[in-house]
């Protein structure tokens, strides 16, 4: 699978300041978490689609498809079994499921689907050092930055050597399809050991050529893309707050979009 | 002349081995000259290299003794990121460098960590990535340039940060025919800047440029020279696990006076002093294949990535016989490996059909079609996990179910065949890049399939491994194996494949007989590759010989005899 989710295009999205889409994201977190009503999410998430359109990065989320489907999928499957309500669909064995309970595991089905777009439409517009500079203009160390934008580079180199090693080993008549459970260890080796190694090298391999560009975590460097906070960013920044804003008032003062009260 | 590296009695061991990697190095690079230093591999080109900037001993520890200076620097004494300001390194493995979202953001790292501001950065990256021939793609993501593209954007990157030293290590190995060309053409441009350029490289074709030679055998510097001291002296080179330059080695073998270095030279040097009798090249007898059961074939196969725009594989219809010697030849993206991929369906056609002796690959088990076609991996840390060599090559015959007595009879087969005999008990991670290819093949081998694939077998050796590799594969074919090679070494195709197929944006350009295919060098600087030197001279002399020892047997029937002109 392909893990990079940078999508390089021009728009308005892709132009803003990288600490104003970790900002917005970050708020767009938090409307999530004012409502647990299915309805009130859907409109959030639906929010982020059509973020996503104008981006025109809708296909880095279909990457992730199965991922938000099995998101989606767990939460309705499971969230009914541990929360209570009051309207009864159904008993067995002293398990019971509500309508609220299977309305909740909706809202956070939805919700986790939410947490997972918006956090990839900070990847999707955003380039790594985009990013690594945003984090360190909002006062994150250089070390921690620089660590948090590594992982996010090697995730797809990792996943490449990955596969490569499945194909390595399939070739060799590895069966990874075989339903024998007592198997799967023996499967395991083959595969996490190369895996393991591959990236050990890797990395080391990687810290040596980051040196010698002269590369020092401590020392002071600057930076190519000089991101600029513009109008724009305010814009969206007040928009976000105004609307952070509105949904507290909905759910505090007017009791809106809950299921469950009491809950997130 | 002011020297700009000074290595001072330098030696050096990694932790933990015995053997040193580096032995009494002494020796000066003066200030803008060129330096190839060659040797075998593991003879410590790589540690030479690491040594300048001072990786080793910085980073790569062990026991340092002696000193490098490099402009005026100790390198020991300073941290890698301090000897960036003097030495600029480009790492063996160009693809794990390459760290940046898109070209300019690359060429950028190295003087963001100098601290240049933006509007001189913008000019560096205008003028270097003119130079590497990247300024078309700087924007472009770099997972998604080609072999060569990348190495010259490691270079590139490097080449930006103007540091009065230049280091590459093996920039050309694992590149594709044309890339090598552009990134050789690169180096001799750069012999005109005022900057002190040390390169390793494999390959004597590539040394000719060059101020001076080192040759190192074992950690030890054997032999410093210019190229046309050094590379005239086949003998000396070959035992420094170089092969010789095809141009001296066939001079020398027919007795011909002159030492010419590159094919010109040497076509020039046989028309002056008329070597030859002027022959036509229509008239020389090309071998022609002997197909035996059809094996493996595909009808009229497509194939396209999941995210892929274009078919990587248009149309294929190709048959391969039991007992074919096959090269399959073309650039990077050419789709050779797509292909290979299909034959034992690791891949699967998204149109057409791909039949292993009659039967499409679907209707195979898995282990069924591993037993069929066994197919090996570019780099052998891809599939080695166990901790004995023994058990590596265990692991395929084992999982096929292959009962115990026949599968201790593979196994030492295999081991026998690799030349690995003896190496059962030894740890897989500890033996050397050549050794771990070999266990690869081992592993591969043990399963006894009928058909080999091995895609790119000889990269990260030298020359000695290469032909040592290749030399088994021969006697595999004699047992009646098939063999699939997946090359862009040229000689290596030109003196062992039977047959050659030659591939560019997922067509089969031509296909047939290896001495016909390397005959048409239209047709092969169409896939972007050229023939060896050696080849180059028996195109333009008119032989039929792919080898050196045929070429000298063919040339001894018809020379004019020395002394007579």
């Known amino acids: 699978m392909n893990l990079t989710f940078y999508n390089d295009e021009a728009t308005w999205l892709h132009r803003l300041d990288p600490r104003t889409k970790i900002g917005g994201v970050l708020l767009i977190f938090v409307i999530c978490l004012c409502f647990n009503h299915p309805l009130f999410i859907t409109v959030i998430l639906t929010g982020v689609l059509a973020i996503f359109t104008t981006a025109k990065s809708i296909k880095v989320l ?115 399809d075989s339903k024998n459970i007592f198997g799967r260890f023996k499967r395991f080796a083959p595969l996490a050991i190369p895996i393991f190694i591959s990236a050990m090298r890797y990395t080391n391999f990687l810290a040596m050529a980051l040196e010698s560009k002269g590369f020092q975590p401590d020392a002071p460097r600057t930076s190519y893309y000089e991101p600029q906070i513009t109008g724009r960013d305010w814009l969206v920044l007040g928009f976000l707050t105004l609307t952070l804003a509105a949904c507290l008032y909905m759910r505090l003062s007017l009791h809106w979009g809950i299921i469950i009260s009491g809950r997130l | 002349m002011t020297s700009s590296i000074v290595f001072d009695h330098l030696s050096f061991s990694y932790q933990n081995t015995t053997a040193p990697a580096l032995q009494d190095i002494s020796g000066e690079m003066t200030r803008g000259s060129f330096t190839m230093v060659m040797g075998h591999s593991g003879a410590g080109k790589s540690t030479l290299c690491c040594a300048i900037n001072g990786l080793v001993p910085r980073f790569l520890r062990g026991d340092y003794a002696g000193r490098v200076m490099v402009e005026g620097m100790e390198a020991a004494k300073n941290s890698v990121p301090d000897m960036a300001r003097v030495v600029g390194i480009v790492l063996q493995d160009f693809e794990a460098q390459l760290f940046s979202t898109n070209v300019e953001l690359e060429m950028a790292f190295g003087l963001e960590n100098q601290c240049l501001p933006r509007t001189d950065m913008e000019e560096r990256i205008n003028i270097y990535s003119q130079m590497v021939g990247l300024k078309e793609l700087l924007r472009r993501d770099t997972a998604t340039l080609s072999g060569g593209q990348k190495q010259r954007l490691a270079i590139g990157s490097v080449l930006a940060m103007e540091t009065p030293v230049l280091v590459m290590d093996e920039p050309t190995t694992d590149i594709d025919p044309e890339g090598r060309r552009h990134i050789l053409s690169l180096i001799r441009r750069l012999r005109t800047r005022e900057r002190t350029l040390v390169v390793t490289d494999l390959d004597a074709e590539a040394a000719v440029q060059a101020d001076q030679i080192w040759l190192l055998k074992d950690g030890q510097l054997l032999a410093k020279g210019p190229p046309v001291e050094i590379l005239t002296d086949s003998s000396l080179i070959e035992s420094c696990g170089i092969r010789p330059l095809a141009t001296v080695a066939l001079f020398q073998a027919m007795n011909w006076p002159g030492q010419p270095l590159t094919v010109e030279a040497a076509a020039a040097e046989i028309e002056n002093r008329r070597l030859l009798c002027p022959r036509r090249p229509e008239c020389r007898t090309i ?279």
């Not at chain 1, 595991?105 to 900070?122: I, K, P, Y």
């Not at chain 1, 930055?145 to 996943?159: E, H, V, W």
């Open chain 2, 287 to 565: 071998s022609v294949l002997a197909p035996g059961k059809v094996i493996l074939e595909t009808r009229n196969l497509s194939y396209r990535y999941p995210a892929g725009a274009i078919n990587a594989l248009n149309e294929i219809d190709l048959t391969i016989h039991e007992g074919d010697f096959v090269a399959m030849l073309g650039q990077n993206g050419s789709g050779k490996t797509t292909l290979a991929k299909h034959f034992n369906g690791l891949l699967k056609p998204t149109a057409g059909n791909m039949l292993v002796r009659g039967r499409p690959v679907n209707n195979y088990r898995r282990h069924e079609l591993a037993r069929e076609v066994g197919y090996i991996f570019q780099n052998p840390d891809h599939q080695i996990f166990a901790p004995t060599v023994r058990e590596e090559v265990a692991f395929g015959p084992r999982i096929l179910g292959m009962d115990r007595k026949a599968l201790e009879r593979n196994i030492a087969e295999a081991l026998d065949a690799t030349g690995l005999s003896g190496f059962e008990d030894k740890n897989p991670f500890l033996l050397n890049r050549g050794e771990r290819q070999r266990v690869a093949v081992a592993s591969i081998l043990a399963v006894k399939p009928a058909v080999i694939i091995l895609d790119e077998p000889t990269t990260g050796l030298d020359y000695v491994h290469q032909r040592d590799t290749m030399e088994m594969l021969k006697r595999l074919n004699q047992l009646g194996h098939t063999i699939i090679v997946i090359t862009h070494a040229m000689w290596i195709a030109e003196a062992y494949a039977k047959r050659s197929i030659l591939m560019k944006e997922g067509r089969i350009l031509l296909d047939g007989p290896t001495s016909m295919v390397f005959s048409d060098e239209a047709m092969l600087a169409a896939a972007s590759l050229a023939p060896s030197d050696l080849i180059r001279l028996r195109n333009r002399l008119g032989l039929a010989a792919m080898t050196l020892t045929d070429m000298v047997k063919e040339l001894k029937s018809e020379a004019v005899p020395p002394g007579s002109f």
């Open chain 1, 62 to 176: 279909w990457k992730l498809r199965f991922l938000l489907v099995l998101l989606f999928v767990f939460s309705v499957v499971l969230w009914p079994f541990f929360i209570k309500g009051k309207t009864i669909l159904f008993q067995w064995h002293g398990l019971e499921v509500s309508s609220e309970s299977l309305l909740y595991g909706f809202a956070m089905g939805l919700r986790l689907m939410t947490f997972v777009s918006a956090g990839l439409l900070l990847l999707a517009t955003t380039k790594n050092e985009e990013i690594t500079n945003g984090l360190i203009r909002l006062g994150i160390p250089y070390p921690v930055a620089f660590a948090l934008a590594t992982a996010i580079r090697l995730a797809p180199t990792f996943a490449d050597a990955g596969t490569t090693i499945v194909q390595a080993q399939v070739s060799r008549g590895l069966d990874l």
